[in-house]
């Protein structure tokens, strides 16, 4: 078997493809050719204004947003592709942002694209204020002047050609589904301009996706009829549906059977780099680990090398820091703690907390979650510290996470990838205060934290290099708070079946297949 890796020879210079899980029966029900595409995750919310999860894989089927961002992990700087526009400018040092739409596209319901349209998803998104719709917190007022011109006047510059690529909240949705509820998008309907659109769907088990007859793109006769995003939260089952050609494609199977699947002519093991990272958020807002050296002690006592080195068969990557590798404001020379279980029992003996008992939370489904916290616990027992591992769903872990931190987990282990790339997504979701958490699930607070943040955001539009040193500087002010352990950066693994043409991975899209570019 032909091993794709483009950790070592490739650039990115395609859309993404990530697969879906098809169901053989589904497929000769039908008669027509169908992708199959097994999930480890369920998918929480079907409404593109305020999915904020997993959804993304259906979203980016059947909806499209202004423009699609493409990476280059070599260089961490990336290029926005025309998408539904076809061009743009900004004015007023970044302010103003105008965007000129591509003519001749249709909803799958046959409403035409306009500038209308594109004001209303925007203004549904941002009164719903779910999800993602943080990314449009800068918008004050949306101008029409004709029907396929959308100006856009910012409260503070921003780099919204690179905004409205978002893989969250920037969808765009036709005049009658703007007029819609989650309800109805959830009971299995869509309204998007993508080259599918849903069928059917069912809730913690799959959705169904046929060809959108209206796609402006057209249709190539290779290309797939439907889609079916099947939810296979049992690694052993997903791999034994990809290996017996039940499914096409598929992600978090255990590293250690990478070399079996390379050795299957029928499979393409495909890594890469990811702008995916792993995290330990630590309970700041919860004695004892509202002490920050408590939480230093706890940072150095985690197996950093063993965790990359047996959890990811050496593929993944320390982590320095929020902000990975490939994205622009990564600080190369970021400090790192470093496992010291000695000098981790010496600080700990020194903030005077004894018999300390933990409870880490992580996602029952994802062995290198539960690797971590299983090595993370045999370390932290050897100087003296209880760990209780409890495993839970993710909607179970999440709810108690955004429950009164007094009586919350200490630790959560997670995954954070990004909306849209830009540092901003990373720090401002995962460590800006909030009144209600949504992902600072360590309650971290510091608003010398926040008032750097928010100045490096709104100089990104206006002057680059300075943005990134103020991120760079802003992230080393949160480092040296520890209110989380920066665990890995991680390589996206997705295994193919070998018969499937055109697949590449976009990490700006974590673990979307663009299943239209792909055929068989």
């Not at 299995?188 to 069928?199: Q, W």
Request: aromatic fraction near 10%; hydrophobic fraction near 40%.
């Amino acid at each position: 078997m032909k091993r794709r890796d483009f950790l070592k020879s490739a650039t990115l210079t395609g859309l993404a493809t990530a697969g879906y899980f098809s169901s053989t029966m589904f497929a000769a029900a039908q008669g027509r050719k169908t992708l199959t595409l097994a999930y480890p995750t369920s998918f929480p919310s079907l409404d593109p204004s305020t999915s904020f999860s997993n959804d993304n894989a259906v979203m980016a089927n059947c909806y499209e947003t202004l423009t699609r961002y493409i990476p280059d992990p070599e260089t961490g700087s990336g290029t926005v592709s025309p998408l539904l526009a076809e061009k743009w400018e900004s004015a007023d040092e970044g302010r103003t942002w105008t965007f000129h739409l591509r003519s001749g596209v249709t909803f799958d319901d046959g409403a035409p694209l306009n500038a209308e349209a594109v004001k209303k998803s925007i203004e549904r998104t941002k009164t719903l204020a779910g999800g993602a719709s943080f990314i449009w917190d800068a918008v004050e007022q949306i101008e029409t002047p004709d029907d396929m011109t959308v100006v856009l006047k910012l409260a503070y510059a921003q780099p919204m050609d690179v905004t409205v690529s978002a893989g969250y909240a920037a969808w765009i949705l036709s005049p009658a589904a703007v007029e819609q509820d989650n309800e109805w998008f959830n009971a299995g309907n869509s309204g998007g301009t993508g080259p599918y659109k849903i069928m059917r769907n069912e809730p913690g088990q799959r959705c169904i996706l046929a060809r959108n007859e209206n796609y402006w793109g057209g249709r190539d006769e290779d290309r797939f009829d439907n889609v079916v995003l099947e939810i296979s939260e049992d690694p052993v089952l997903a791999q034994s549906m990809l290996e017996s050609g039940q499914a096409d494609w598929t992600y978090g199977l255990p590293y250690e059977n990478l070399e079996r699947m390379e050795s299957n002519p029928d499979l393409d093991v495909v890594v890469n780099p990811s702008f995916q990272n792993l995290v330990g958020f630590m309970n700041t807002k919860k004695a004892p680990l509202d002490n920050v050296d408590v939480r230093r002690a706890l940072a150095m006592s985690f197996p950093y090398d063993d965790v990359v080195g047996a959890g990811t068969n050496g593929l993944g990557s320390r982590a320095r820091g929020a902000i990975p590798p490939g994205i622009w404001g990564h600080d190369p020379e970021a400090p790192m703690a470093m496992t010291n279980l000695e000098e981790a029992k010496s600080i700990l003996e020194a903030t005077g907390v004894t018999d300390l008992e933990l409870t880490l939370t992580y996602f029952n489904g994802d062995k290198l979650e539960a690797l971590a916290s299983e090595l993370w616990r045999a370390n932290l027992a050897t100087i003296g510290v209880k760990m209780n591992l409890q495993p839970m769903s993710w909607e179970a872990q999440w709810d108690l996470a955004k429950s009164d931190p007094a009586n919350a987990q200490d630790i959560f282990m997670f995954y954070w990838w990004p909306t849209y790339v830009t540092p901003y997504d990373y720090l401002l979701n995962m460590f800006r205060s909030e009144d209600e958490p949504i992902y600072n699930l360590g309650y971290y607070s510091n608003p010398e934290f926040d008032a750097n943040l928010d100045a490096a955001h709104e100089l990104s539009a206006s002057d680059r290099a300075a943005s990134e040193q103020m991120f760079r500087d802003t992230q080393r002010m949160l480092i040296a708070d520890y209110p989380a352990v920066f665990i890995m950066d991680l390589p996206n693994v997705h295994v193919v079946r070998s018969d499937i043409k055109g697949y590449v991975d976009n990490p700006a899209y974590a673990h979307v297949v663009f299943s239209d570019e792909l055929s068989k």
